[in-house]
Every structure is written in C-alpha cells, then in structure tokens.
C-alpha cells in the first residue's frame, strides 16, 4: 500500500477521495487550512462509513502561501492535488481565482518534486477544455483545450485552464514527477456534509422549491464516487503517467430532466420540484439586472457534448450514470437534514 498527500481534504470530492483511499488501505496526509477543520473531516468520513480512521494525518497549509506544503509531501508516494477555490458567487476580480488555483497547483507540484514523490494527479475540470468557442455539434475530448478569448469564459473556467497549464509546463521541465490531470464536469452524488460542490446546489434548489421553473440549461453530471475512484486508478496506472481524463457519466442532461428524475424516483420528498422550463428571452431579459442570471445567460441553450472513452477503456473505469448520481444527491441531502422547505 502507498502513503497519498490529499491536498483539501475538507472539500466534497477530497473527503470522499480520502474515503476510497482508506478503504483501499493506504494511508493518508491530508492538508486543511486550519487545524479547526480536522473535526470536519472525521465527521464526513463518519458518513462515509470510514468512522475513526487511524492511518489519515493532517497538516496545516494553504494555497495562497508557501508554509506546510513541504512537510505535507514529506514520506507520500503519490499526491492527489484537488484543492482549488471554487467562490458561491463571482469574485471581484479574476486574479482572486486565478491566482491560489495557478500558483497553489505549482507550490504543489514543487513540494512533490522536492520530497521526490513519484505522481501527482491534479484535478482540473471540464471548464479548461469545452469552453470559449461553438458547442454544438461538437464532442470535445481530452485532445481539446478551453479558448480564454472566447466567449462566455468566466474567472473559474479561466483559473482552472490556466493552473492546468502552468502545472503541463512545470512538468515539461522534465525535473518533477510524473503528471497526470483528471478534467471532471458537474460533479453530484452523495453529500457527507454541508460542505459540497455547486453542483449540488441545483439539486438543493429543486428539493427545497426555490426553483420554480428550470432554466434551459444542460450540464454534464458525474458522480463523486466515480471521479474519487478515477482519481485512484489514475494514481498508479503506468500507462496515465502525461495524460488527460475527462470524467462524465454520458450525455448531457437538462435541468428540466434532472427535475422529472427527481420527482420520478423520490415521490412526494421532490414535490418542489419545477414542472415547466422557463424561457430564455425571460431569462436574458432578467439578466440585465440580475448579476446572477448574467453569469448564466452565456450558458441558456448550450449543449456541449464529450467522451469519456479514454478513462473508460485505459483506466477501466465504470461511471454511474446521470439518473443515478442525481438521485444520489437528492437521498443525501434529505437524509442529513440539509433541505429546507
């Protein structure tokens, strides 16, 4: 078994990643910002049906500064980097997402380097390869990369293509260890606590009726479990070592669909769930006004396909598919008390 730096180990796919790793039997040092935060992550993997792990450890260290990340690779064979900030509403400037994400991915990379670990696996996103040109039509793959100049690029999707750039070049130096990059899309499934994804909160909305009409929007889904379970794979397979893997579960599904599964499999509990879808002129109208509804409006009616061919046939991996991670969601959320109606 291997020793696994898991850098945001309070995060939704960190402590689910560091779950699967305990279960598999390796052990673990997982950084957190603050020490206040260890009792997040032991009652997470208490969910998780990992209660009073004894071979996790943590250490103290943040992106945006240089402090802890030497000792958090001290002794790790491998290091999942998963940690990168992810803001509930648009920063006031892009370099306040730019910035931690590109620079904390290569002190990252330069710890391991230094402590002479043998692979990093870096969680990028869907956002650095389907994103600033035409959608339609098109299926993107590993092979394609985001257009910064086009548009509808928003500071996430730019901050995720530019840390995975920068970390691409660090490890084309050719002096650090290997690199290999996991490009997930929304990410759903079951939640271990209140700390979770974005994605979950259009499931969150539904469930408690905040949405009452589904924009025209499609997302691609995938769930934690599986992106956790790729990251894994993709640690030790030799043949991963300077690729891309797109994680997703199949095609693109509405929001319009989500609510009809959700109403479907989960009866009375998704009762508030939209019925209707709301039109897009409406929509854009708002967004005039509504620096929400801006952020979305790029996105009305946008349906960007992709492959995920690659993962499944190198790596062997076997996602969930859409229906079933967004139920997932949904029973997490009721059974831990988080919806409110």
Known sequence: MAHVLVTGGTGFLGAHTVARLLASGHSVTTTVRSAARRGDVESMLAVAGVPGPTALSYVEADLTRDEGWAA??????????????????????????????RDGALRVLR?????????????????????????????????????????????????????????????????????????????????????????????????????????????????????????????????????????????????????????????????????????AWLLRALAVVNPGLRELAPQLGVVRRADNSKARTELGWAPRGNEDAVVATAESLLRLGLVAR
């Not at 958090?72 to 990168?84: E, F, N, P």
């Not at 391991?112 to 956002?127: K, M, P, Q």
């Not at 025209?216 to 956790?228: C, F, G, I, L």
């Open 111 to 279: 710890a391991a380097r230094d402590a002479g670990v043998r692979r990093v696996v870096l969680t990028s996103s869907f956002g650095a390869v389907g994103y600033g040109h035409p959608a339609r039509g098109r299926v993107f793959t590993e092979a394609d990369w985001t257009d910064l100049d086009g548009p509808g690029v928003t500071p996430y999707v730019k901050s995720k293509t530019l840390a995975e750039r920068a970390a691409w070049e660090f490890a084309a130096e050719g002096r650090g260890p290997e690199l290999t990059v996991v490009n997930p899309v929304g990410i759903f499934g079951p939640v271990l606590g209140p700390d979770y994804s974005s994605s979950i909160r259009i499931v969150h909305a539904m469930l408690g009726g905040a949405l009452r009409a589904a924009p025209p929007v499609w997302t691609n889904t995938v769930d934690v479990r599986d992106v956790a379970d790729l990251h894994v794979r993709a640690m030790t397979a030799p043949g991963a070592a300077g690729q891309r893997y797109l994680a997703l579960a199949g095609e693109p599904v509405s929001f319009h669909r989500i609510a009809a599964v959700l109403r479907a499999r989960l009866g009375d509990a998704a009762a508030g769930a939209p019925t209707r879808t709301a039109p």
């Open 72 to 101: 958090a690779a001290v002794g790790a064979d491998y290091v999942l980097h998963l940690a990168s900030p992810f803001p509930a509403a648009a920063p006031r400037h892009e370099d306040d997402l730019i910035v931690p994400a």
